[in-house]
């Protein structure tokens, strides 16, 4: 999706047919709030990330995000990571409390990790292992990540076709509240119907995810 011509759109739906470069300056700022929130949503993102990153041996804190130690996108939420050990897939526990994950057994001993804390902190989140790695491992991590900021008016916006409904539409009821109007019943209408058909596709996706690391979780997995 060229990213001018889904501001313009948006535009269009709200009766403005001439999108001058204020307003498409508007639209891309408006545009990149709504990803960044449906981020933070934890549904209607479609970015789930399945990255390899190396351990090095005897560091169990990680910085994560541009210029961190693991330098990539900075997740919102570890879904699940694997140790990989010789092409044996090993599923690690992931914790989201902390009180919990500091609580539990023993922490710094030298070995395999088998659990993993995530802090996602800004602009670094920070990755925990129990274990400080023995060997230099490879992490399978599995993510929700935010969509990139979309930096210029043009840049190419990659997302699934189902999802462009619902950004035109949504995106418009954003603009037509930043130009001081009501959007029309029938834009309204079909932002909610189709947002929230991501959520339910989404959703679906997540509990897909939750049954197949229950079942890994009860042996390694070799692939």
């Known amino acids: 999706m ?18 001058d470069d204020e307003n498409l300056a508007l639209g891309l700022n408006l545009l990149n709030v709504m990803l960044s929130s449906w981020g933070i949503e934890g ?23 541009i210029d961190g ?20 897939f090993h599923p690690l526990l992931v914790h989201n409390n902390a009180q ?4 539990q057994g023993s922490r710094n001993v030298s070995g395999k990790p088998s659990e ?3 802090v996602p902190s800004y602009p670094l989140g920070v990755i925990y292992f129990n ?24 840049s190419t916006l990659i997302v699934p076709p189902e999802y462009h409904e619902a950004i035109l539409y949504n995106l418009a009821v954003r603009v037509s509240i930043a130009l001081d109007n009501q959007p ?14 991501l959520e339910n596709k ?13 079942n890994a979780l009860l042996y390694g997995v070799k692939r």
Not at 2 to 19: C, M, P, Q, W, Y
Not at 43 to 62: N, Q, R
Not at 131 to 154: C, M, R, V
Not at 202 to 214: E, H
């Open 202 to 214: 989404n959703a679906k996706y997540v509990m897909d995810r939750i049954s197949k690391i229950d």
């Open 69 to 88: 130690e693991f330098n990539t996108q900075r997740p919102n939420r570890i879904t699940d990571a694997y140790i990989n050990h010789d092409n044996y």
């Open 131 to 154: 274990n400080l790695p023995d060997i230099a491992y490879i992490l399978e991590l599995h993510s929700e990540k935010n969509f990139e900021n979309l930096q210029t008016i043009g």
């Open 43 to 65: 549904l209607s993102i479609p970015c789930f990330a399945k990255e390899e990153l190396s351990l090095t041996v005897g560091k169990g804190v990680y910085t994560i995000g």
């Open 116 to 118: 993993i804390f995530y």
């Open 100 to 103: 919990e994950y500091f609580e």
């Open 2 to 19: 060229d990213t001018s011509e889904v501001i313009k759109t948006a535009f269009r739906l709200n009766g403005v047919r001439t999108v």
């Open 184 to 197: 029309s019943q029938y834009v309204a209408n079909v932002a909610n119907l189709a947002k929230g058909n």
